[in-house]
Antibody
Framework: EVQLLESGGGVIRPGGSLRLSCAASGFKFDNYGLSWVRQVPGKGLEWVAGLNWNGKSQGYGESVQGRFTISRDNAKNSLFLQMTSLRVEDTALYYC??????????????WGKGTTVTVSS | QSALTQPPSVSGSPGQSITISCTGTSSDIGGYKYVSWYQQHPGKVPKVIIYDVGHRPSGVSNRFSGSKSGNTASLTISDLQAEDEADYYCSSYTDNTNVIFGGGTKVTVL
């Protein structure tokens, strides 16, 4: 069964850092682009960051550019999101997402259940 | 970069057809074929229903169809059914190697 399992969410103060992880199983990990997508409960989807199958091509949403870093470890079937200088407006449910091909700008065909990040003083 | 523009809500009666628009620019929808649509029911993760403008993944009802004209993409739901009541989001690749979502449209079946 194809699965994405996020972890690492929690409550953090503004200005703090947090690292999210996503463990993948059930498919050949390095055949797919991956992204992080977030959603505030009751609000819309926001693409956060993505990278290609080998991690060498990446992109970031404007609101996180320069603060978040996406990376992957193909040997460990894992995706990461290092978040720094966190703001209250980063509070959201963060989804790990697999794209339909090696590029991260392809459609998302598999979603994890998400991990919640709450930034609050 | 602002989100793609979708109407906040669209409604229709069972059996009717509805169309959801998604307006962007020549830097995203107008410039690329990588437009996709997602359906999200309350409390559930999104599900892709259209990719590459007008392609339907295996298992998705043929009542869903997608198209694009200029900078605007459209999702049409034919023969509207109760289970189609959900939020719908469009998405597109953009010039600056990013991805952007629309603000979402709530579909109500009357």
């Amino acid at each position: 069964e194809v699965q994405l399992l996020e972890s690492g969410g929690g409550v953090i103060r503004p200005g703090g850092s947090l690292r999210l992880s996503c463990a993948a199983s059930g498919f050949k990990f390095d055949n797919y682009g991956l992204s992080w997508v977030r959603q505030v409960p009751g609000k819309g989807l926001e693409w956060v960051a993505g990278l290609n199958w080998n991690g060498k091509s990446q992109g970031y949403g404007e609101s996180v550019q320069g603060r978040f870093t996406i990376s992957r470890d193909n040997a460990k079937n894992s995706l990461f999101l290092q978040m720094t200088s966190l703001r209250v407006e980063d509070t959201a449910l963060y989804y790990c997402a697999r794209h339909g091909d090696i590029y991260y700008f392809q459609y998302v065909d598999v979603w994890g259940k998400g991990t919640t990040v709450t930034v609050s003083s | 970069q602002s989100a793609l523009t979708q109407p906040p809500s669209v409604s229709g009666s069972p059996g009717q057809s509805i169309t959801i628009s998604c307006t962007g620019t020549s830097s995203d929808i107008g410039g690329y074929k990588y437009v996709s649509w997602y359906q999200q029911h309350p409390g559930k993760v999104p599900k892709v229903i259209i990719y590459d403008v007008g392609h339907r993944p295996s298992g998705v009802s043929n009542r869903f169809s997608g198209s694009k004209s200029g900078n605007t993409a459209s999702l049409t739901i034919s023969d509207l059914q109760a289970e189609d009541e959900a939020d719908y989001y469009c998405s597109s690749y953009t010039d600056n190697t990013n991805v952007i979502f629309g603000g979402g449209t709530k579909v109500t079946v009357l």
